[in-house]
Nanobody
């Protein structure tokens, strides 16, 4: 049974950092793209960042320079390093995996709250 599990969310102060992790299991097809999406209060879900199996990355324009995505193909896992956090980064962050066979998997999300 496929599982996608996020961790690392929590409370951070403005200007602080958090590192999110997402580990997949039970997915036997090759994983192409791994990414992070977020959904803030009253907002639609949006792409944060994605990374291909070859290491190519794509970021939301507003987040470039503050967030960094990386992956470990052996596990497989994807990480999101978030620096210089702002209150508007408060959201539920979801991990997304897409296989070469076009299957798509979502985690249940991890809550990030940025507040003083």
């Amino acid at each position: 049974q496929a599982q996608v599990v996020e961790s690392g969310g929590g409370l951070a102060q403005p200007g602080g950092s958090l590192r999110l992790s997402c580990v997949a299991s039970g997915i036997f097809s090759g994983i192409d793209t791994m990414g992070w999406y977020r959904q803030g209060p009253g907002k639609e879900r949006e792409l944060v960042a994605a990374i291909t199996s070859g290491g190519g990355t794509n970021y939301a324009d507003s987040l470039k320079g503050r967030f960094t995505i990386s992956r470990d193909n052996a596990k497989p896992a994807v990480y999101l390093q978030m620096n210089s956090l702002k209150p508007e980064d408060t959201a539920v962050y979801y991990c997304n995996l897409r296989t070469y066979g076009r299957a798509e998997y979502w985690g249940k999300g991890t809550l990030v709250t940025v507040s003083s």
